[in-house]
Nanobody, 127 residues
Framework: QLQLEESGGGLVQAGDSLTLFCSVS????????MGWFRQAPGKEREFLAA????????IYALSVEGRFTISRDNAKNTVSLQMNRLNPGDAATYYC????????????????????WGPGTQVVVSS
């Protein structure tokens, strides 16, 4: 049974950088397509970034492309989300997700694609 766990959230000031990490309990992070999403109170879950299982292709939401970077660290068996130039609009609970079936990057921006989700880690951005 796969379980995911996010870490690295916390309180930062606007303009700061923060890196979130996602670990898997079964296998390696290379076994799964991995995605990052966030959800702020009163808002729908928002896609941020994803990385393919079949290769290292990545996709990003336009709102974060150029500021956020998703990557795998196979040595540490984690997937990270490096976030730069954070602003108060980035405050949310951040979730990682994993999928075993999808090929390429097709539909990885859709939350219903993923079979497994972590419990989330909170990011608070002060101005």
């Amino acid at each position: 049974q796969l379980q995911l766990e996010e870490s690295g959230g916390g309180l930062v000031q606007a303009g700061d950088s923060l890196t979130l990490f996602c670990s898997v309990s079964v296998g390696t992070v290379s076994d799964y397509a991995m995605g990052w999403f966030r959800q702020a109170p009163g808002k729908e879950r928002e896609f941020l970034a994803a990385i393919s299982r079949t290769d290292e292709s990545t996709i990003y939401a336009l709102s974060v492309e150029g500021r956020f970077t998703i990557s795998r660290d196979n040595a540490k068996n984690t997937v990270s989300l490096q976030m730069n130039r954070l602003n108060p609009g980035d405050a949310a609970t951040y979730y990682c997700a994993a999928d075993l079936r999808m090929l390429g990057t097709t539909a990885l921006d859709i939350s219903s694609t993923y079979d497994f989700w972590g419990p989330g880690t909170q990011v608070v951005v002060s101005s």
